[in-house]
């Protein structure tokens, strides 16, 4: 009897124990809040929830349920107002949270968004030699507000930073994260810009180089909101001055697309409408290509949007719908949904009484949000997220 009560309690304990593997699989269906408490269980449940592998599981069985949230702030944040997350069909506030580090310059500014990992940089007036002003990002953060936690970029890698961009994106094969920078010289005529990257897993910048037209002479990035990540690709969209054969200046408008796979550079086509010549934007739609092109009307506004249905082929670039706005609107972006947001303003500065509308573009169906912001807003995707739970140089706070 003695040998026997033990033996039961040991047949006992492993009826009522759960394999690894479906442990694993449950622990990945839970929401972050809920595996930042577990890692306090026991020491294995912590290495296993703080393992990369177990990390890029979680990721992937959130993208395959995602509900669509979006965060919106300021696109000049003023005193450190922090960003918003909404439901990304009607834009009801869920929750609120404040930047938790600052730049000297005293503005922050939401680079991109991908997976719940938001990156952010600063924006200075700096002077060159001949007493020029110019802009410049230097400074680069890296935050996760789903697990407080964030880190700042080492320095960059490149000589100078004038007019510099920034781009944001995920490496899906690896599940790893990259900032691209390009620097534009402030000099005419303008050699050939400089580019690096940023990989969260080296933690370290390196150059890399973009094919350049031989014949260029001026160039600029057109468009000031955040560059759309599609398939695999950043993309930056610039209007160029080139000389021809016969001395002659050509104006060309295109598109920069970076492989974050491969690393590599090439240009890409904008569609063929010389219409709609009063303001662009390069953007996405439904994770796909997309342009919106605005044109003055008596009454109002035009807004033609352009979506590229097979990546990288330009034939395949197609006229979606053209949606009259009122003049005194800024457009601001598309939801995970496809909706169109807007700003309406009352008058010629911005205001509390400003309105900010979700429009169908199919149905032209309007929807007022609860939003009030006197500064246009910046939005992208959200969602919770593990990244920079495992990584090195980490703040929490």
């Known amino acids: 009897m003695k040998e026997a009560r033990p033996q039961s309690l040991i047949l006992q304990q492993r009826k009522n124990h759960l394999p690894d593997d479906i442990v694993l699989d449950i622990l990945a269906k839970l929401p972050v809040k809920s595996l930042l408490r577990f890692r306090c269980v026991h020491k294995s449940w912590y290495f296993r929830i703080t393992s990369p592998n177990f990390i890029s599981t979680h990721l992937n069985m959130l993208l395959c349920h995602n509900q669509g949230y979006v965060i919106h702030m300021p696109s000049i944040n003023l005193d450190n107002q922090g960003l918003k997350v909404a439901c990304d069909h009607m834009f009801d506030g869920i929750s609120e949270f404040k930047i938790p580090f600052s730049f000297q310059s005293g503005l922050a500014f939401l680079v991109g968004s991908c997976n719940g990992l938001l990156c952010f940089s600063d924006f200075r007036l700096q002077n060159s030699l001949s007493n020029n002003v110019f802009f410049g990002f230097n400074d680069v953060?890296?935050?996760?507000?789903?697990?407080?936690?964030?880190?700042?970029?080492?320095?960059?890698?490149?000589?100078?930073?004038?007019?510099?961009?920034?781009?944001?994106?995920?490496?899906?094969?690896?599940?790893?994260?990259?900032?691209?920078?390009?620097?534009?010289?402030?000099?005419?005529?303008?050699?050939?810009?400089?580019?690096?990257?940023?990989?969260?897993?080296?933690?370290?910048?390196k150059r890399v180089g973009i094919s350049w037209r031989p014949n260029v002479v001026f160039y600029k990035f057109s468009c000031v909101k955040p560059f759309p990540f599609v398939s695999g690709h950043l993309h930056w969209m610039l209007d160029m001055k080139e000389k021809g054969g016969g001395q002659e200046m050509r104006y060309i408008e295109m598109i920069l697309s970076f492989?974050?796979?491969?690393?590599?550079?090439?240009?890409?086509?904008?569609?063929?409408?010389?219409?709609?010549?009063?303001?662009?934007?390069?953007?996405?739609?439904k994770e796909k290509l997309a342009l919106t092109?605005?044109?003055?009307?008596?009454?109002g506004m035009l807004c033609c949007i352009w979506v590229m249905r097979e990546y990288g082929v330009c034939e395949s670039w197609s006229k979606l719908c053209v949606v009259p706005i009122e003049t005194r609107t800024c457009f601001i972006g598309f939801t995970k949904y496809g909706s169109l947001l807007i700003q309406k303003k009352f008058q010629e500065i911005c205001s509390l009484e400003d309105k900010y509308v979700l429009i169908d573009p199919e149905t032209l169906y309007e929807k007022e949000t609860s939003i009030q912001a006197i500064h246009p807003l910046v939005i992208a995707t959200y969602m919770e997220n593990l990244a920079l739970l495992d990584g090195t140089n980490v703040i929490s706070y």
């Open 141 to 205: 953060f890296l935050w996760n507000p789903s697990i407080r936690k964030f880190k700042k970029l080492p320095d960059t890698c490149l000589s100078q930073l004038h007019l510099a961009k920034l781009g944001f994106a995920h490496h899906s094969q690896k599940n790893d994260y990259k900032v691209v920078r390009i620097s534009r010289p402030f000099t005419e005529p303008m050699p050939p810009p400089e580019a690096e990257v940023y990989t969260l897993c080296s933690d370290s910048w």
């Open 259 to 285: 492989d974050v796979n491969s690393e590599k550079f090439k240009e890409l086509p904008l569609p063929n409408d010389h219409s709609f010549k009063d303001g662009k934007c390069l953007t996405s739609i």
């Open 293 to 299: 092109k605005f044109e003055r009307q008596p009454h």
